[in-house]
């Protein structure tokens, strides 16, 4: 995939490089509307622009891996997907390099945990001249994510949904998406050993994160969020035993509470999960394999991101 172009303004005095990586599909393919505006907020902040747009899933990883060292710094434009794929890539590129993100997805949970702009022209402005925040990075056995790894109810929806229809429908999509799987809800016999104690159980659904919202909703990871703190928001729904135990569950996820008859939540930096069957994994709204056996590591600060200046006091 040879598709670059650069971009430079011999007015300006350019002393650095940045690789920019976008997802032409993501959202509703909104980036063909501020792509010359997007190039032109990077040019003027004295940068020479490699433009990279992907073509299918995986580019943006090998993009990143193999290409990213050469740049002082790289910009993605896509979902939580695509922001996925470059941190992975320049993970395993073995040196850590500064990221900027404009955001162009149908949820966007990450970037709303760093009060990144929805607007794509003030987003990218800020993904050359924000402040840099150390955040936390999440390892999946060999595997890299950003903001959260997650099993059961709802969780095929993200991956399953056709880009088109995520294009057509927005956030709207995933909802009419997870509706259907209500009819066939299912539960896994998991035993959780983390630092501190070890969980049996049967569950219907658990999401490992570092994000102040999922699928949207804001709050539902829990109330004392920290991106940098080397700590992950855990929380594990157990299987309802009756139509008025589900009812529970719907209930305290919509108001944001912890019914603790019905559900387990804490912090964690590592865990082990064990299944006595293959349990499909959802990685940033992406597919992540179906196992019986996952370690789940929290890397602290691994990932540095610019945010607005006011944005990254509140992190």
């Not at 433009?51 to 299918?56: D, F, G, I, L, Y």
């Not at 709303?112 to 840099?132: H, I, Q, T, W, Y």
């Not at 829990?222 to 729904?237: A, C, P, Q, T």
């Amino acid at each position: 995939m040879e598709t670059y172009t650069s971009f430079a303004w011999r007015g300006l005095a350019v002393e650095k490089r940045l690789l920019f990586i976008y997802n032409p599909k993501a959202g509703k393919g909104q980036i063909r509307h501020h792509l010359l505006d997007i190039i032109d907020i990077f040019v003027k902040a004295s940068y020479e622009v490699t433009a990279c747009p992907t073509q299918r899933p995986g580019d943006a990883i090998e993009l990143a891996e193999g290409k990213a060292e050469a740049y002082d710094l790289v910009v993605c434009s896509g979902g939580d997907g695509t922001l996925d794929e470059v941190v992975t890539g320049m993970i395993r590129g073995g040196k850590k390099r500064l990221l900027g993100y404009v955001p162009a997805g149908s949820t966007n949970d990450f970037a709303n945990s760093l009060f990144l702009p929805k607007n794509m022209k003030r987003a990218a402005d800020v993904a050359v001249n924000g402040e840099r925040f150390c955040c936390d990075v999440g390892f999946f056995n060999a595997r890299t994510f950003v903001y959260i790894a997650a099993f059961g109810l709802f969780t095929e929806v993200s991956y399953e949904t056709p880009q088109e229809v995520k294009n057509v429908l927005g956030h709207m999509a995933y909802i009419l998406e997870g509706v259907k799987k209500l009819t066939s809800i299912r539960s896994y016999h998991l035993k959780i050993i983390t630092q501190d104690t070890v969980i049996e159980d049967d569950f219907l659904y658990g999401m490992v994160t570092n994000s102040l919202s999922v699928g949207g909703f804001k709050g539902i990871t829990g109330k004392y969020v920290d991106l940098s703190d080397g700590l992950f928001e855990v929380m594990l729904v157990k299987r309802p035993r009756s139509l008025d135990d589900l009812n529970r569950i719907l209930t305290s996820l919509t108001a944001q509470n912890v019914d603790t008859d019905q559900m387990y939540c804490f912090k964690a930096r590592h865990l082990r999960v064990e299944a006595e069957e293959p349990v499909a994994w959802t990685l940033d709204g992406e597919f992540g394999g179906r196992h019986t056996q996952v370690e789940i590591e929290n890397r602290q600060q691994e990932l540095e991101i610019l945010v607005p200046s006011s944005g990254g006091k509140n992190l």
